[in-house]
């Protein structure tokens, strides 16, 4: 009895594993917009990190009230997590931890 308990009970699913990634090659388009960087000068790139976070901040707000939508529509946790590539714990925490976040910002802001 005593060696079952020291096993790990953790098995990877498949779904944790799918959201590994590829350790091949980089697609072309990476290889590409790699060659377009190296070619722009400090400034432009600096330029290009800062629009590139504020797309990024976009997208995130956006895929949030998305999430919410989907969650008030009833739709599962696995389903939406399916679409990240995730496992449907690690998109619950993920999102739930953005509306404790977004919720205490706008309790210290009132």
């Known amino acids: 009895m005593m060696d079952r308990m020291g096993r790990s009970k953790r098995h990877s699913s498949p779904r944790a594993r799918k959201a ?5 090659q980089p697609p072309a388009e ?7 960087v190296s070619q722009m000068s400090p400034s432009g790139v600096l330029e290009r990190i800062r629009r590139a976070r504020v797309a990024q901040q976009e997208a995130e707000t956006k895929l949030a009230a998305l999430v919410d939508h989907a969650v008030g529509l009833g739709i599962g946790w696995p389903e939406i997590a399916d679409q990240f590539g995730v496992t449907r714990q690690a998109a619950r925490q993920h999102y739930q931890r953005r509306h404790r976040e977004d919720a205490s910002r706008r309790d210290r802001t009132t």
């Open 20 to 24: 590994q990634p590829d350790r091949g």
């Open 30 to 36: 990476l290889q590409s917009l790699a060659q377009r």
